[in-house]
Each structure stands twice: as structure tokens, then as C-alpha cells.
């Protein structure tokens, strides 16, 4: 017989994808196939300056003489990087000065994600950067950045109207030898967001990017730089979510943060892409390469993640401590249910003295899926008085699901202090008795401790984004039970 | 020299004599050897661990050893207790020492296997421990001696048992392996305190393999203290397997070796299991020491606890990598891993990987680390009550320590612990 739990863990695994649809728009598509040509042909495309093209053909041979890397807590079925289209754009290529003038459909899909871009524009508190596949299609809110030297466009456009910066920072924290998913990526990558902030400016909003995976297997390659220069400020939103297919789509991103001298970095995402169905069918890949590096002295960098979708998330924000008292923050909440896979976490790397680092993860894992913390706290002889502190929480809902952590912790001087915590539990049944006394049902009461469970998380994300971010973790955890 | 030509002269060291392992047995872990190569820090269980210092010692001919039997006395820890002794992986009957008693059985394992053929049969090799290791197989394949400790249903050994395992080389490096069975029927109980010394000459690589079976009710307490010397290797293999409410306690205490790596697997089978494995390693020079646990909980309502403490000086280096695997079935499992270490120079390294793979839900798992220095707070707190700093150091080094020890409850190697690392501490 099903007990009452049974049923309700069956009821949750079963929620299929609710911001799943797609919107029928004209594409410019690339046809299937990787090959030198097709990197060039990327390139003639989005009429790149000559050193971009040189970068990507360089990061192409690299890639040919590398092997696809076993080592995650993952598995799934080979890809086939030749039955990929590698560029897609949409077809109306014209810039709009008002949302007036873009594609309704193309609005219409912002509506039914929940996205509210007029309001925010009434608000203007926040500058979306409307990332629609892989062509930048929106931009609002430039001249109020651009009085105060912000630089705030998609990587195209920058590569043309700054090729200097763009030149001297690209691949500067992730080389295109770092690993195969980078350099594929600086192979192919299609577009994404620049951002820089000179010296002692605070950027005076919120920067968000909205990433959409439309079309049917063209795979996304996004590349995302971020410089804050001396003294610089800047906190930056990414959030995602895509609409249901049946092949897998791969995502591999890089991006990429300096901070110099003083300068701040916060780097929030939210990411919902398609999960599969609940037999792990279809489903995004995000293997995701995201480094930061504290360049200068007393610089921060900070990553905040929310994580529910994608069929195979592997993925880990990590920060380069080189500069003294510079500060790297890793907080994450991970969600994986029916047969999803998260293979993430973080890697704090101190070179500088005095550095500190904090990374607080949980993980929820619900139905069949498994969700794997991994990460690496390395103390260099250099890092005289670093300090490290982590926590690794992780919650079960159900008996098929798996919760797996794996921290690597290296230390080479004695000076340093580092901690490492990690707890793996399930949702006690007398914290839900204790709540059900006070007048909450079961389904409420789990709801309640789970946002408890993740509310540190939570409370690190900017306004605008904890609200969607507890909405959709009330929304991935509806009817389950512990 | 070629990996191949390597594993050439060892086995020809190795295997001159008669082999323990049926030929079964023999021949599958023979072709592991072969087929396996040695690992790098590529291997993750391998990462923080080089084996190129020993893949570059020339070893000979192991050589009769001769040994003074008043030395021999000398490292005894417990003077009550039975007593076999192996040099160079050769058993020393007349050094060795059994009270006879009724449902005892411990010999040499070469005598088990002729006394004892069915047992030998029936345990030997029954954990799998030579798959997947390069050092494991070699020591499945080509081991000719080692320890038998078979105790009979409902037997509670009153005396505990001593093992001795040493090394003396003449000029040459020498290689020497020996190989463990210890076999507790169901409610029987023993107490195994295992020592490892280098007595001279040459420097060594010894290769020991342990086989813990513990049956239902049963209780081991296994002790090993590890003091080979800063110019030796040892690569230790423990794999165990228990019953349903049985006890297993493993305690290693390293305080010297140039490469020590203790690979350690249990599998708690049965239910209301409780594990303890705890370690310290107290490393100096150019010391490494590697401590590599693997508990696989395969069946519900069991307890395991794992303490390992390290305090790293000069430029030494430790590691400590431990998993934790909670099986579906094995709900309500408790489980609880803690790392912690000491660094006290800028040159010693630490490295330290506590794992959890958790695939039931009904489950209490958690482990910490943390590394730091001594407490210069800690310290000045003596200080100002009129301790000078050397011996407050030393003073906070050894509590550090005993919580380990203190988790030992044959009190002869509790004290004979507690002393040997006061003795360390103060000598660094």
C-alpha cells in the first residue's frame, strides 16, 4: 500500500515543466556540423575583428586534441558534437529603440515566462539585456549607464566598439586551454553580455540579461565578461529558463570576472532551463565553465546561484584569490528532481595574503535524481593568514534520490584556517508535526522548511531576483513531502 | 626502468617461494598485477601520494634476516599477550609465542592453509581485497606468509594478541609483504594490536594486506602503530567485512615513514553494525603519509564514526580521503566523518578529501574538516599562567592527540600510545 508520503513524492516527481512552450520566430540557422569553416563562417557572420577570429581558431585546434572529461558524478548518453548547429539568430536584425517595435511573439514569451521587461523599464531600477538565443535583441537603459562609463552591450557589439578591452581580457581568467567545454565555447561562442565599469564608478542599477534557449539543437555558447576596474561596483543578474524539447541541447557558457584594486563583483543567476521529463527524457546539458578572479588587492567577488532546471548541470563558480585581503563568496542552492543530474560547486584558490572565502551550499535532491556537491579550497604557500569557511547541506526528499559531497581541501602553509562542514539529512518528521500542531497542512509545512533550509541562500540575492528565485523553489517543491 | 621490467624484478623478489593464494586466486590477481598500472596522482585515490620515490629504489634479495631477540622484547607493547613475529615477511617461530586456549586458532597463515584447508578456503581473499590495486594484487598474488587468528563462536579472548612486523635489510633496499586473516565467528571477540618497525640496514618497502572478517555479535578492536622510519614506504591494504551487530574498532597510529598509505575498506553488511575508524599521524621531515577510508554502508540501523588527526611539521606532507557510501537500503545509518589537522610550518602540506555518496533518505550523515595552526590564543593563555611557550605548545599538541587515543580502550597501547607521541611531539 502507498502511504500518504508515496504519494505525495509521486505527486511532486510527476510536475512536469511549467514554462514550457515555444515561440515560433524566423531563424538564421547554421547548418549541423563543427569544423574550421564553421568557425569561420561564425565569424564572417557577426563580422568579427580579425584577433576574435584568430582566438576562436586557435581555441578550435585546441579542442580537436582534447578528450571529453569522465570525471563528473554524471551520466548520459555520448553527444554527438557534429549534430549540432552551432549559430542561430533570429531573423529581424534590427535595433529598437522602444519595445513598441520588437517582435510581439517575441514579448509574448517574455509574458508567459513572467518576465515583466515594461515594468521594468517603468521601474527602472533594472537594465535587461534580452539575450533571445544567441543574438542580443534588447537593450534598455544604456544612456543612463553610458553617462556614467558603464559599458553594457552584448559581446558582439563590444567586440567591435571596444575591441581593446575585449581584447585584453578575453580568456584572461578562463583560457581557451582550460578545459574541453571552454574551449569549445571559445570556439564557437555566439554571443552574450560585456560589462565594464571604470574605476571608481558604482554602477547605479541592477544589470540583468535574460538567457533563452529557443531554438531546436542549436546548442547555446554564451560568453559573458564582466571587468570591474579600481574601486568599481557592480552587481550582475543572469537568469534562465527554456521551453520543453526532446533532444538534449548542450549549453557551455564561459564567463569570465576580473576585479581589480577595491573593485566588487556580484554575480547572481537564477536557472530553470528544461529539466527532461520525468523519465529523463530531453533536457538541457549546462556544462558550464564560470571563473572570477580577485586581481586586485581588498577585491570581492561574489556568486550567488539558484539551480532547478537542466537534465545534467555541471558547473563551478570559482574564484581566483590573488589579490591580498580579496574576498571570494560561492552561494548555492541546487534542486534536482525526477532524473535530473548536478554534478556543481565551487573553487576558492588563495594566492594572496589575508584572503578569505565563504561557500555555503545546499542541495535538495527529490524523485530519482542525484545532486552532487564538489569542490576545492586550495591554500597556496603564498596565502599567509587565508581563511576559509564552508558548509555543504543536503536535504533528501524520497528514498531513490542520491546527495553526494566531495570537497577537496589543500593547505601548504600554517597559517591558514580552513573548515569544512557538511550534513545530510532528511526532512524530520517532527518538524513537520510541529508545524501541522500550528495550524499549517503537511504541504505547507514542508514548503516552510525547505525556504528555511535554503533562506541564506536566498537572502544573499538582490530584491528583484529572491522574489522569483523562492516562487520557483515553492514551485519545483509543490506537493512534496519528506 | 619501464613499469613492466619494475613489476619484473618485484615479483621475482616476491614470488620465489610458495605462494598462500589457491591458484584461482593466484592467477586472477597475477593477471591484475600485470594488467594494472602503478598509480599516479592522475588516480584520485592516488592524487596527493607520489610512488615514484619507491619505483626508483633498486630492492634486492631479501635476505635472511637475523634478529636479536632482546630487540625484538624491546618493542613489545603488551608482555602478556600471544605473540607472532615476522621479519621480512618470514615467520619466527621462535620468537613467537600462543597460549593455547580453547577456540583459538593462531598461526601463521602458511600453517593455516595446511591445518586448516577449509577455512583457508573459505576466507581467503572472500573480501575481494586484489581487485582494482596494483599493490593489493601483488600482494594477493605473491604473499607466502602472514597472520591466521580464526576465534571460535561465542569465544572471548581475554588475551589480547600482538603482532610484530619488521624489516631488517642489510645494504641493499629490501621488499617484504605479509598478509592478515583474521576470521571472528559469530559473538566471539579479540583484541589485535599490530606494530611495524624497520630495524636497520638499507631502507624498505613493505606491502601488507589485511583480511578482517567479523561475524554477527562478534567484536574486533585492531591496533596498528606504524613507525617504520623516515627513509621507508609502506603501502598498507585493509579490507573488513561485518555481520549484524557486530563491532569493529581500527585504530592506526603512524608516526614515521617516508610514504605511508593506508587504504582501508569496510563493508557493513549486517544490520545494527557499529564502525569506528580513527587515526593520528604525526609527520616530520619529509614524512607523507596517506590515509584513505572507504565505508560502504550496505544495510540499515548502523553507526559509523571516523576521527582522523594530523599534525604536520617541517616538510611533511598528509593526506586524508574518506567515503562515506550509504547504500538505498541502508536507512536510519549514522554516520559521522571528521579531518583535522595542524600544520605547524609554511613548508608541510595538507590535503584532505571527506566524501559523502548518500542514496538513502532516512539518514544522519555529516562530516567536518578543518585545518589550522596551533592557537596562538590557546597558547598565551598558558603562557600568562607561567608555562613557557615550548612546553605549551607541546602541551596543546597532546591534547590535540588524545582525543584520538582516548578513543582506544585496550589501555596497555592507550598508555604506550599516549607516551610514544609525547615523546615525538617533544623531540620536534
Redesign the interface.
Known amino acids: 500500500m502507498k502511504t500518504e508520503d508515496d504519494i505525495m513524492i509521486e505527486d511532486l516527481s510527476s510536475k512536469e515543466y511549467e514554462a514550457g512552450f515555444v515561440t515560433e520566430i524566423e531563424m538564421d540557422i547554421l547548418p549541423k556540423g563543427l569544423s574550421e569553416d564553421t568557425v569561420r563562417e561564425i565569424s564572417r557572420l557577426k563580422k568579427e575583428p580579425e584577433f576574435l577570429l584568430e582566438f576562436r581558431l586557435k581555441a578550435y585546434r585546441h579542442w580537436l586534441t582534447l578528450k571529453e572529461p569522465k570525471w563528473a558524478h554524471v551520466h548520459y548518453p555520448a553527444i554527438d558534437y557534429q549534430d549540432i548547429s552551432y549559430f542561430a539568430a533570429p531573423k529581424k536584425q534590427a535595433k529598437y529603440n522602444s519595445l513598441d517595435e520588437v517582435d510581439p511573439a517575441l514579448l509574448e514569451t517574455y509574458k508567459k515566462l513572467g518576465i515583466p521587461l515594461e515594468e521594468q523599464k517603468l521601474l527602472a531600477g533594472v537594465a535587461v539585456d534580452a539575450v533571445f538565443d544567441s543574438v542580443s535583441v534588447v537593450t534598455t537603459f544604456k544612456e543612463a549607464l553610458k553617462e556614467k562609463g558603464v559599458i553594457f552591450s552584448s559581446f558582439s557589439e563590444a567586440a567591435h566598439e571596444h575591441p581593446e578591452l575585449i581584447r585584453k581580457y578575453l580568456g584572461s581568467v578562463v583560457p581557451y586551454s582550460d578545459n574541453y567545454f571552454a574551449a569549445l565555447n571559445s570556439a564557437v561562442f555566439s554571443d552574450g553580455s560585456f560589462v565594464f565599469v571604470p574605476k571608481g564608478v558604482r554602477c547605479p542599477m541592477e544589470l540583468s540579461t535574460y538567457f533563452r534557449i529557443n531554438a531546436s539543437n542549436t546548442g547555446q555558447f554564451e560568453r559573458t565578461l564582466i571587468v570591474a576596474e579600481e574601486g568599481a561596483y557592480v552587481s550582475y543578474l543572469e537568469g534562465c529558463t527554456a521551453p520543453q524539447r526532446d533532444e538534449n541541447q548542450l549549453h557551455a557558457a564561459v564567463v569570465e570576472i576580473v576585479a581589480l584594486d577595491n573593485a566588487e563583483v556580484k554575480y547572481s543567476t537564477v536557472q530553470n532551463w528544461y529539466p527532461g521529463d520525468k523519465d529523463g527524457k530531453g533536457g538541457i546539458y549546462n556544462f558550464v565553465t564560470k571563473r572570477g578572479i580577485c586581481k586586485g588587492h581588498h577585491s570581492k567577488i561574489s556568486w550567488t546561484q539558484v539551480e532547478t532546471g537542466s537534465a545534467i548541470t555541471w558547473k563551478y563558480p570559482s574564484v581566483i584569490l590573488r589579490g591580498d585581503y580579496s574576498v571570494g563568496e560561492f552561494y548555492s542552492v541546487a534542486v534536482t528532481n525526477h532524473r535530473q543530474q548536478a554534478d556543481t560547486g565551487t573553487k576558492m584558490i588563495h594566492i594572496g595574503k589575508h584572503s578569505r572565502s565563504t561557500i555555503v551550499s545546499k542541495g535538495i535532491s527529490i524523485g530519482q535524481s542525484n545532486n552532487s556537491y564538489r569542490g576545492q579550497v586550495k591554500i597556496a604557500k603564498s596565502a599567509e593568514h587565508a581563511r576559509n569557511f564552508s558548509q555543504c547541506d543536503s536535504l533528501l526528499v524520497g528514498n531513490r534520490c542520491g546527495a553526494h559531497t566531495f570537497p577537496y581541501i589543500d593547505i601548504e602553509n600554517s597559517t591558514g584556517t580552513v573548515e569544512h562542514e557538511a550534513t545530510t539529512s532528511k526532512i524530520a518528521e517532527d518538524q513537520i508535526f510541529y508545524c501541522q500542531q500550528r495550524g499549517l497542512d503537511q504541504e505547507q509545512a514542508v514548503s516552510l522548511i525547505v525556504n528555511g533550509f535554503a533562506k541564506e541562500v536566498l537572502n544573499k540575492l538582490p530584491m528583484e531576483f529572491a522574489v522569483e528565485a523562492q516562487k520557483l523553489l515553492a514551485i519545483t517543491m509543490e506537493g512534496s513531502v519528506g | 626502468m619501464t613499469q613492466a621490467s619494475i613489476k619484473q624484478s618485484w615479483k621475482e623478489k616476491l614470488a620465489a617461494g610458495q605462494a598462500l593464494a589457491t591458484a584461482g586466486h593466484r592467477l586472477s590477481a597475477e593477471e591484475a598485477f600485470e594488467r594494472l598500472d602503478f598509480p599516479t596522482r592522475r588516480d ?1 585515490t592516488w592524487r596527493n601520494t607520489s610512488v615514484k620515490p619507491i619505483l626508483e629504489t633498486a630492492f634486492g634479495t631479501a635476505q635472511l634476516p637475523r634478529l636479536d631477540a632482546e630487540a625484538v622484547r624491546a618493542l613489545r607493547i603488551l608482555p602478556e599477550a600471544h605473540l607472532l613475529v615476522f621479519a621480512n615477511g618470514v615467520f619466527q617461530p621462535e620468537l613467537s609465542q600462543v597460549h593455547p586456549q580453547q577456540g583459538l586458532g593462531l598461526m601463521s597463515l602458511a600453517q593455516a592453509k595446511q591445518s586448516l584447508p577449509e577455512l583457508f578456503a573459505q576466507h581467503f581473499e572472500s573480501t575481494g581485497l586484489a581487485a582494482g590495486d596494483v599493490f593489493a594484487a601483488m600482494n594477493t598474488a605473491f604473499s607466502q606468509d602472514g597472520v591466521f587468528l580464526h576465534v571460535a563462536k561465542g569465544v572471548a579472548l581475554e588475551r589480547p594478541i600482538e603482532l610484530l612486523n619488521l624489516t631488517v635489510a642489510s645494504d641493499q633496499p629490501v621488499l617484504a609483504q605479509t598478509r592478515s586473516l583474521m576470521v571472528l565467528e559469530a559473538g566471539a571477540s579479540a583484541r589485535v594490536v599490530e606494530g611495524f618497525y624497520h630495524l636497520g640496514g638499507a631502507s624498505s618497502l613493505t606491502n601488507p594486506a589485511t583480511e578482517l572478517l567479523v561475524a554477527a555479535n562478534a567484536r574486533l578492536d585492531y591496533h596498528r602503530l606504524q613507525d617504520i622510519g623516515s627513509q621507508n614506504f609502506q603501502v598498507n591494504t585493509l579490507a573488513a567485512r561485518q555481520g549484524r551487530d557486530s563491532h569493529l574498532a581500527c585504530h592506526t597510529l603512524t608516526l614515521t615513514g617516508q610514504v605511508v598509505k593506508n587504504s582501508s575498506r569496510v563493508d557493513v553488511a549486517g544490520q545494527n553494525c557499529h564502525t569506528a575508524l580513527n587515526g593520528l599521524y604525526l609527520t616530520q621531515g619529509a614524512d607523507h603519509v596517506d590515509n584513505h577510508t572507504h565505508l560502504r554502508h550496505l544495510a540499515p540501523n548502523c553507526q559509523s564514526k571516523q576521527l582522523f588527526k594530523g599534525i604536520c611539521a617541517d616538510n611533511s606532507s598528509a593526506s586524508f580521503m574518506g567515503m562515506v557510501f550509504v547504500d ?1 537500503i541502508a ?1 536510519k545509518t549514522d554516520a559521522y566523518q571528521s579531518n583535522r ?1 595542524i ?31 596551533l592557537d596562538p590564543n590557546a597558547q598565551f593563555y598558558l603562557q600568562a599562567r607561567g608555562i613557557d611557550k615550548a612546553q605549551a605548545r607541546v602541551l596543546l599538541l597532546q591534547s590535540f592527540a588524545a582525543e584520538v587515543i582516548g578513543l582506544v580502550e585496550l589501555e596497555e597501547f592507550h598508555h604506550h600510545a599516549m607516551d610514544r607521541v609525547e615523546r615525538h611531539l617533544a623531540r620536534s
Open positions: 584520485e538505498p536507512q589537522n600544520v605547524l610550518s609554511d613548508t608541510a602540506k595538507v590535503h584532505s578529501k571527506p566524501q559523502l555518496e548518500i542514496y538513502a533518505d532516512d539518514v544522519k550523515c555529516s562530516h567536518g574538516s578543518t585545518t589550522g595552526r
